[in-house]
């Protein structure tokens, strides 16, 4: 069994990117300067958009953190979308999600600029990414892959099962799985909580990716020996016994479906950090396709 070492994989890739934005700061060039909205004081959105801004710092990007309060209207956070759009200095950037409930995702996800949508949600970069075209592919299915690629996993002509159909993670890695390439060209299977037979399925498949958010959903009678497991799950399960009080767990019942796998991922340390690397990247790329 290899570890799939997300932590390992991630520096690596932030430290090819420190070697970008040095190169670019000598031909004094514009470093990327990515920004993040975040509404409201939800604990886990303050984590994830804290460590986004922090690696943003230590790779030599810009980086601006727009917190606004939660009251702010749905008006408001529209013209700071505006407002970003408009703003030459702001390569790319993000709204953390989800958003209070009194504003509607979709109206703010679908105003953001496509070529500032480093997350890659609206509509035309995920058109784009469907259709095999240049695009921002979301950060979390671009970290799968990237990490499969990495650790050079066949995913040729193999069964991969996909547990959740988000349009953050389980519909674009699906899609991706199935593209020419790779990583790619598998034979997918998408599962969701409607599917009946998902056990039959899971142990038919050479890859599995999983993403619905349930604690250790995934046991080991529910996969086959030498299975590749993608587990994408964080869950925060409450345990007094933690300073924070939680501890983070994935939806792979990881001690004894370990035990099969030729490959998996930890959770912490898999595509967690994965997601924030890519992220970075696609950063990095707006930038360059800014310059052009
Ligand atoms: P979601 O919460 O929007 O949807 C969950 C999906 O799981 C749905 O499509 C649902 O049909 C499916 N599902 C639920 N119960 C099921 C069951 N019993 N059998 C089969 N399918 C079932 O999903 P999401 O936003 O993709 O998040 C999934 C998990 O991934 C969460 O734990 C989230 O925190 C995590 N996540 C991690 C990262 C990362 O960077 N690692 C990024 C995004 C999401």
Known sequence: MEILDGKKISNQIKEEITVEVAQMKERGEKVPHLAAVLV?????????????????????????????PEETTEED???QVHQLNNDPAIDGYI?????????DEEKVLMAVDPDKDVDGFHPTNFGKMALDMETFISATPFGIMELLKRYNVDT??????????????????????SQKGKPGNSTVTLAHSRTKNLKELTLQADIVISALGVPRFLKADMVKEGVTIIDVGITRVADDTKEKGYYITGDVDFDNVSKKASFITPVPGGVGPMTIAMLLKNTLLARERHNN
């Open 95 to 103: 709204v953390q999600l989800p958003l209070p409930k009194h504003i």
């Open 156 to 177: 040729e002509g193999k069964h991969t099962v996909v547990i959740g159909r988000s349009h953050i993670v389980g519909r674009p890695i699906s899609i991706l799985m």
């Open 40 to 68: 409201g004081n939800d604990g886990a959105s303050l984590t994830y958009v804290g460590s986004k801004v922090r690696s943003c710092k230590k790779i030599g990007f810009e980086s601006t953190l727009i917190h606004l």
């Open 77 to 79: 956070l529209l013209k």
